[in-house]
């Protein structure tokens, strides 16, 4: 069965760096375009970034684009996420899901359960 | 960037009755990619609808999705008590939106 395991997550200073990673089995990974979506407390989910299928391609929301990068390891069935110049609104569960198909144009069918990160001095 | 506005914000129900919940695109959605995902509390959302009207693998045939443009529906036929979380919907033909949701909650 589809599983997706994140970890990484924990406590980090603002200004500070973080390394997410999603551990992805029971599927294709190398088929599959991956994103990465967060949420923060009492509130709805927020698109971070996606990969394609073979990472040639990523595109991030407005949020974090410059400071988070989204990457893959086909070789080792998994999505990374680096997020640098962290922020307190960065606070969130921050889930790993794949797309229903290879394409962009696609919902998430399957989500990790997430992983807390919290940016707090 | 596309913004989904959900209503209402909360549904109160019971058990046996239809549950119509509304989203709204601020603009038009091309071919209709909008989803829908139910969560409860602790969990990850799980994907309910896609393609604004096609039921995901192992979704109950009590939940269906309709709608173009800029409003979409999603109906609950018969709740059942388990179908009592908060509802998103999500557009992914623009990169990537959610609606801040609506909470179904038992009445």
């Not at chain 1, 070789?75 to 198909?101: F, G, H, I, P």
């Not at chain 2, 959900?6 to 038009?28: D, I, K, N, V």
């Not at chain 2, 604004?52 to 709608?67: E, K, L, M, V, W």
Request: hydrophobic residues 30%.
């Amino acid at each position: 069965q589809v599983q997706l395991v994140e970890a990484g997550g924990g406590v980090v200073q603002p200004g500070g760096s973080l390394r997410l990673s999603c551990a992805a089995s029971g599927f294709t990974f190398s088929g599959y375009a991956m994103h990465w979506v967060r949420q923060a407390p009492g509130k709805g989910p927020e698109w971070m970034a996606v990969i394609s299928f073979d990472g040639s391609n990523e595109y991030y929301g407005e949020s974090v684009k410059g400071r988070f990068t989204i990457s893959r390891d086909n070789s080792k069935n998994r999505l990374y996420l680096q997020m640098n110049s962290l922020r307190a609104e960065d606070t969130a569960v921050y889930y790993c899901a794949r797309s229903l198909n290879s394409g962009y144009y696609s919902p998430h069918d399957y989500w990790g359960q997430g992983t807390l990160v919290t940016v707090s001095s | 960037e596309i913004v989904l506005t959900q209503s209402p914000g909360t549904l109160s129900l019971s058990p046996g009755e239809r549950a119509t919940l509304s989203c709204r695109a601020s603009q038009s959605l091309s071919s209709n990619y909008l989803a829908w995902y139910s969560q409860k509390p602790g969990q990850a959302p799980r994907l309910l609808i896609y393609g604004a009207s096609r039921r995901a693998t192992g979704i109950p045939d009590r939940f269906s999705g309709s709608g173009s443009g800029t409003d979409f529906t999603l109906s609950v036929s018969r709740l059942e008590p388990e179908d009592f979380a908060v509802y998103y919907c999500h557009q992914y033909g623009t990169l990537y939106t959610f609606g801040q949701g609506t909470k179904l909650e038992i009445k």
